[in-house]
């Protein structure tokens, strides 16, 4: 299990390998940072060129003319995108960003009482989700330190649903969880959480960032009430691509609580009256003109997925990290690493978080040895092996050359702080 040949004759086995070659992946360079940034592919390459083209070819028409048309792209990316999340093609539209679309969904879905006006969160949630309820509450005339409850981490890593469910109780209005945690990887249990918030006439909703394109989903089945992602990490989007949000059925009709002119039916947009008719759809959640450029990669990158399918991609991931796992723990025990994420696949996301007093300088060596993993302050190391392009040669290969900077001590050539980006 240890050796090249094993991981090697894994790799023969992968019925997801010939997709490797569909990527743009530099041959001296090992890619473990997937959970942020996706590589990109030719067949995105091919959609962004695709759009470029039919402005160059169409001018304004290109609204409503050619076999993409834009003014209709949102929705139409929407639709392929739904089966990812497991829900019907018009409860999903492609607009905004992640944190766009946060301020969209709370503005819409947080409507305090009397009895009910706080917010649940959690603790170990991504910064910019923090920002946005915070601001939000605000905006509302509440003080985000009496009205945002944030659910506490025993170990600051994971946390347990059971204290998330104890903290639902009368006075929340709205809860706002993660799919996955961005650090521990940790996968909540959306369905069980979903049915325990209905119980108590709460709406919920989860951030998808570091779950989409990760593990599958059944959002509609699970009755979930919103949701929203990025589509730059695990879907392979590009870099600032734009973002998605979902929208349970039972909520149509509903007025966005942040209108704008794409917020309109489609029929209606260009009657220029300045009372809204809102879709009466996802796409109501639109806000302003759809960043065309910023769309187009996602369209070559939702074929391969779509043609994968997410219980394949999720069968291989879970191989890969385990296998992670288990070069981690058998070549570098007594080197002072502490694996923070989940073991049990159920529980895990799509990548492996690890701890060291000195992750910073050792994610600069491993960059500089060929290896891209990603750091997170103040001692944490992400190292996603990616279905869609990463190879088992390429996870033992990684750990080997960690094994080589820490017995060689090359780590301590660099400065253990973050770069400006990290």
């Known amino acids: 299990m240890n050796d090249l040949k094993y991981a090697k004759k894994l790799s023969e086995q992968d019925p997801l390998a010939k997709y490797r070659q569909e990527f743009y992946i530099k041959e001296d360079e090992i890619y473990l940072d997937g959970n942020s940034l996706g590589l990109l ?33 949102s929705e139409t990316i929407g639709e392929q995108m739904a089966p990812i999340v497991g829900a019907e093609p ?17 503005s819409t879905f947080y409507q305090p009482s009397d009895k009910r006006t706080k917010i649940l969160a959690d603790e170990l949630n991504f910064p910019s989700d923090i920002y946005a309820l915070k601001s939000q509450l605000k905006l509302k005339g509440y003080d985000p330190s009496e009205h945002l409850v944030k659910v506490k981490s025993e170990d600051g890593h994971t946390l ?14 709205l809860i706002v969880l993660p799919g996955v945690l961005y650090r521990s990887g940790q996968v909540l249990d959306m369905e069980r959480l979903t049915k325990e918030a209905h119980k108590r006439n709460i709406l919920i909703g989860f951030d998808l960032c570091h779950s989409i394109g990760s593990i599958p989903h059944e959002l509609s089945a699970w009755d979930v009430d919103f949701a929203f992602w990025c589509n730059y990490k695990h879907l392979n989007g590009g870099p600032g691509s734009t973002g998605g949000l979902y929208i349970n059925k039972r909520h149509f009709g509903l007025m966005p609580g942040l209108a ?27 806000i302003g003109t759809p960043n065309i450029f910023s769309m187009a990669p996602i369209i070559g990158s939702l074929s391969m997925f779509n043609e994968v399918g997410m219980a394949q991609i999720r069968t291989k991931s879970l191989k890969l990290t385990n296998y992670l796992m288990e070069l981690i723990n058998s070549e570098l025990d007594g080197h002072g690493f502490i694996i923070r994420n989940p073991i049990e696949d159920h529980k895990r996301g799509g990548h492996i978080y690890l701890e060291h007093p000195e992750a910073a300088r050792i994610c600069k060596a491993l960059k500089a040895d060929g290896v891209i993993p990603d750091y997170r302050s103040p001692n944490g190391i992400r190292l996603a092996p990616v279905a869609l392009y990463n190879t088992y040669e390429e996870v033992w290969k990684s750990v080997k050359i960690l094994q080589s900077i820490m017995v060689e001590e090359k780590y301590k050539q660099f400065e253990n702080k973050r770069e400006i980006v990290a």
């Open 90 to 106: 018009k409860e999903v539209i492609v607009s905004g960003s992640t944190t766009v679309n946060l301020h969209q969904l709370v």
């Open 260 to 286: 704008g002119w794409f917020s309109s039916r489609k029929d209606k947009q260009f009657d220029m009256d300045h009372e809204l008719i809102a879709a009466d759809d996802a796409g109501a959640y639109q």
């Open 41 to 73: 592919s030719k067949r995105a390459e091919n959609s962004l060129l695709d759009l470029l083209d039919s402005w160059k070819s169409f001018g304004i028409n290109g609204w409503t003319s050619g076999n993409k048309p834009w003014f209709y792209l």
């Open 160 to 173: 347990k649903e059971e204290e998330i469910i104890a903290a639902m109780t009368e006075d929340i209005a």
